[in-house]
């Protein structure tokens, strides 16, 4: 089938990938020239695990090609994803206004049937806008699809190749069956592809996403509490998550969450419910608690310290929001680093992937180190902010006879308590 991506950030460009990796033939526009010239060439802008492979395996097979005109994109595409930002607004809610331009645009150019399909997490109701504003100008017929992406950082690459499930909100036969023939290699294992109504589909990625970070937070608030009483979290974790109907998954605490999905996405479901006269009231404690636990090792840094951090060095490992991405975004280390550099603290940073994000975001304000063990040199403390693989078992000779003192605050619990005691450091973590 001809497929047309338009937009290639992390939803567009392993949408277009992968679905060339079945044999399709893909065009990814975007109005970026540089980015489009540097895929052209084979190079791949983001880091995600083994997007690579199949990012140059469908390049060379002439399969997947980019461009920066939404008319040829229009021309090749028989379904045309749009995967575009939809950044959070002043108010928080979803900035519509490039998926609305471009649909303005497509409604100008398009000059045969086509099926445009929301990929772009949108909220209820956008769909009907899309329509609107391609109607406005078209002069053909056309169909809106929502299909929201599930797709994890880090993980996106085999979630989209093998989906749990495929959600298609769509109201014309035509539409479904084009989308069920493209997306049928996906689900050979007998996973869903569930069709429902546009709205339905577009509530459905904010309600899941939204019920993950309340999972999250709440894990959380009880990681805060057992560290009141006596508790120690991953205990009640595990005698939680054994439980068949809670699961195991995103029950472990830390500094919060951050991303490209939950923080907007919660914002968002919740201006929704606003503008519609409901107050999604868990959303706002969601949305509170995260903000607070992104913080919530200062007050015990600053304790160690004698509320003194001004000229103390600050090694912090982990910039990401998560690991297995080089994405920043609401990442709990920039607000950490923020409130330490307001203290008065000297940071020095290490992260397998984010650092050039971190350092086009801050600059020289921190000084960021090619390895692990760098960044803890004359190091007075160690703050754990992602949990990277290749921090979970380190060398802890190399970490003692780096540091002036052995002190970690460990924001993702990555050791357990009694072991990195033993090796002669004080250890601070997340409820326990």
């Known amino acids: 089938m001809k497929i047309a991506v338009i937009g290639t950030g992390y939803v567009g460009l392993v949408t277009g990938t992968c679905l060339a990796e079945t044999g399709n033939d893909v065009l990814c526009i975007d109005i970026d020239e540089n980015k489009v010239k540097q895929m052209q060439q084979g190079q791949v802008p983001i880091y995600e695990p083994h997007l690579d492979v199949l990012f140059e395996r469908n390049i060379k097979a002439n399969r997947l090609k980019f ?205 929704s419910g606003l503008e519609n006269n409901y107050n999604f009231q868990i959303l706002d404690a969601v949305i509170n608690v995260n903000a607070r636990q992104k913080l919530v090792l200062i007050p015990k840094i600053e304790a160690h310290f004698n509320n003194d951090l001004k000229g103390k060095n600050i090694a912090i490992w982990g910039l990401a929001f998560k690991p297995e991405t080089d994405d920043i975004r609401e990442a709990p280390a920039l607000y950490m680093i923020d409130s330490l550099l307001e203290s008065g603290a000297n940071i020095t940073a290490f992260d397998p992937e984010a650092m050039p994000n971190v350092k086009r975001r801050l600059g020289d304000k921190i000084t960021y180190k090619e390895s692990m063990y760098e960044a803890l040199e004359n190091a007075d403390a160690l703050v754990i902010c992602t949990e990277w693989s290749i921090f979970r078992t380190p060398d802890v000779d190399k970490m003692k006879e780096a540091m002036n003192g052995c002190i970690i605050f460990d924001g993702r619990n990555l050791y357990d308590v009694k072991d990195i005691e033993n090796e002669g450091f004080k250890y601070i973590s997340i409820g326990r």
């Open 67 to 271: 461009s920066t005109s939404l008319e040829e994109g229009l021309e090749h595409g028989d379904i045309i994803f749009l995967a575009l930002p939809t950044p959070e607004d002043d108010d928080g809610s979803a900035d519509l206004k490039y998926i609305l331009g471009v649909a303005n645009d497509i409604g100008k150019l398009i000059k045969d049937y086509k099926v445009i399909v929301d990929k772009s997490t949108v909220p209820v109701g956008t769909s009907e806008k899309v329509e609107a504003a391609i109607a406005k100008n078209a002069s053909v017929d056309f169909d809106v699809v929502s299909n929201p992406e599930f797709l994890r950082e880090g993980f996106a690459v085999d979630d989209f190749l093998k989906p749990e499930r495929i959600v298609v909100g769509a109201s014309s036969d035509k539409a479904i069956k084009l989308m069920e023939k493209l997306y049928k290699p996906y689900v050979r294992s007998g996973n869903p592809i569930i069709v429902m109504d546009e709205k339905s589909a577009e509530l459905t990625k904010y309600a899941s996403n939204a019920f993950l970070a309340a999972k999250i937070t709440f894990m959380n608030e009880i990681a805060n509490f057992c560290e009141k009483v006596g508790a120690d979290v991953d205990k009640v974790r595990i005698g939680m998550g054994t439980d068949s109907r809670i699961g195991k998954r995103f029950l472990f605490p830390g500094i919060g969450y951050g991303g490209s999905c939950f923080p907007k996405d919660v914002k968002a479901l919740h201006k």
